[in-house]
C-alpha cells in the first residue's frame, strides 16, 4: 500500500484532509462540464439542422390548394367564442383538423371572425352548407370556404404595396373597415384630418381578402389627436369605422 511522505502530504491543504471529497467533487465536476458542453452544443446544433431540413420538407411537399379547399372562414361571430367553443359547433357538421379565432395583437380582442380547416373538403362542404346563415349567440355568421391562394405576380404585387408602408411611432389603428375599402382610400379619407405619412390594410394571409382592419401613420402626435377625434365613427363605405391609436 502507497503511504504519503511527509513531503507529500505538506503539498495537501489542510481542509482537504478535514473533507477530502468536497474540493475533490468540485473540481471533478467543473472540469468534465467543460469538456462535455462542447459534445453537447454539437448535439443541439445537429438536432436543430435535423429540424430545419424536416421543416423544409414539408413546406416542399405540401399542397395549398388542398388546404384550401378544406379551410373555411367563419365571420361575424361573437367576440367570446374560444377556439374550442368555434371547433365543438363546426364538429357536429364534419371532422375538424383545427379551429382557430382571429385576435387582434394589439388590443387582444376577438377581430370576431375565424378559420376552420376541416379534414376533407366533404366536411367543409357540409359544414358551409349547414352553418353559412345560422345563428351564434344571436349573430348571424358567415361561412364560405377560403379564397384560392394568390399566384405568385398576385403575391408579389400585394406585397409590394405592403412595403410600401412608412411606419410611424404616431399611428392610428382603424377597424370594421368594409372590404371594398382599398389602401390609397384609407390613406386620402384621413389626409383630410393631417399630414398622412402611408396607409395600408390588413389581409388574410396568401389572398387578397380585407380583414377589415388597417393603420394610417401620420407625421405628429397632434395629427394622431384629430384624426381620433374627428373620424372616430365616421362612415366610410358605408360602415362606421373605429379609430384609436395603435
Do not use: C, W
Amino acid at each position: 500500500m502507497a503511504t504519503l511522505s511527509s513531503s507529500s502530504s505538506s503539498l495537501i491543504s489542510p481542509n482537504f484532509l478535514q473533507n477530502p471529497t468536497k474540493p475533490f467533487k468540485t473540481h471533478f465536476f467543473k472540469l468534465n462540464f467543460q469538456l462535455l458542453k462542447p459534445q453537447f452544443t454539437h448535439l443541439k446544433l445537429t438536432h436543430r439542422r435535423l429540424n430545419a431540413v424536416a421543416e423544409d420538407t414539408s413546406v416542399a411537399t405540401a399542397d395549398p390548394s388542398s388546404v384550401a379547399s378544406r379551410r373555411l372562414y367563419v365571420g361575424n361571430i361573437p367576440r367570446t367564442v374560444t377556439n374550442d367553443e368555434l371547433q365543438k359547433i363546426v364538429e357536429e357538421h364534419g371532422a375538424v383538423d383545427k379551429a382557430e379565432v382571429m385576435y387582434d395583437k394589439y388590443s387582444g380582442r376577438s377581430r370576431r371572425f375565424a378559420f376552420v380547416t376541416m379534414k376533407t373538403v366533404e366536411d367543409a362542404t357540409a359544414a358551409t352548407e349547414k352553418l353559412n346563415g345560422t345563428e351564434i349567440g344571436g349573430r348571424e355568421i358567415k361561412v364560405n370556404i377560403t379564397e384560392k391562394p394568390l399566384t405568385s405576380l398576385e403575391l408579389s404585387l400585394l406585397q409590394a404595396e405592403e412595403s410600401q408602408f412608412v411606419d410611424s411611432p404616431h399611428k392610428v389603428y382603424v377597424g370594421n373597415l368594409a372590404k371594398t375599402v382599398t389602401m390609397d382610400m384609407l390613406k386620402n379619407f384621413f389626409a383630410e384630418k393631417g399630414q398622412v405619412l402611408s396607409a395600408k390594410i390588413s389581409r388574410v394571409p396568401g389572398t387578397s381578402k380585407s380583414t377589415g382592419y388597417g393603420f394610417v401613420s401620420f407625421s405628429s402626435e397632434e395629427d394622431v389627436e384629430a384624426a381620433i377625434s374627428s373620424l372616430n365613427n365616421a362612415v366610410l363605405e358605408g360602415q362606421k369605422i373605429r379609430v384609436n391609436k395603435a
